[in-house]
């Protein structure tokens, strides 16, 4: 469970960032993305060294694995939804203003048609 919590956030930042992210800048963040993930693997790793061979160390550590994630928290106020995801739940309108965005930063034409799902 804890793997899957605290490793989900890597697969749902890569698609994130391949959706949103404009064509310009797409391979830099996704490298980046890439970098900081194993910057993490690093830390959690330094972090072990030095909590585990207390008699707590595995709460400790499992507490310090999380604050990274901590930290992404407020960022998810200031980003879009995701296009599908407004598709998905009727909410149309808001998904082709997304669209019409994202075209708009990829110097690009903006959606002439309707959204459909």
Partial sequence: ????????????????SAEMVPITKRAFNLLLLDILWC?????????AIFVMPYEWGW???IL???LPCLVTIPLLHICD???RFLAVRGRLQEA??????IAEQNNTNKLTGGLCY
Avoid at 39 to 44: A, H, K, M, T
């Fill in 1 to 16: 469970m804890f793997s899957f919590c605290i490793g989900a956030n890597y697969g749902v930042s890569i698609c994130y």
């Fill in 39 to 47: 910057i993490g693997g690093v830390y959690i790793c330094f972090c």
């Fill in 59 to 61: 709460r400790y550590l």
């Fill in 64 to 66: 310090l694995a999380a």
């Fill in 81 to 83: 939804e995701s296009v």
């Fill in 96 to 101: 082709k203003d997304i669209c019409d965005k």
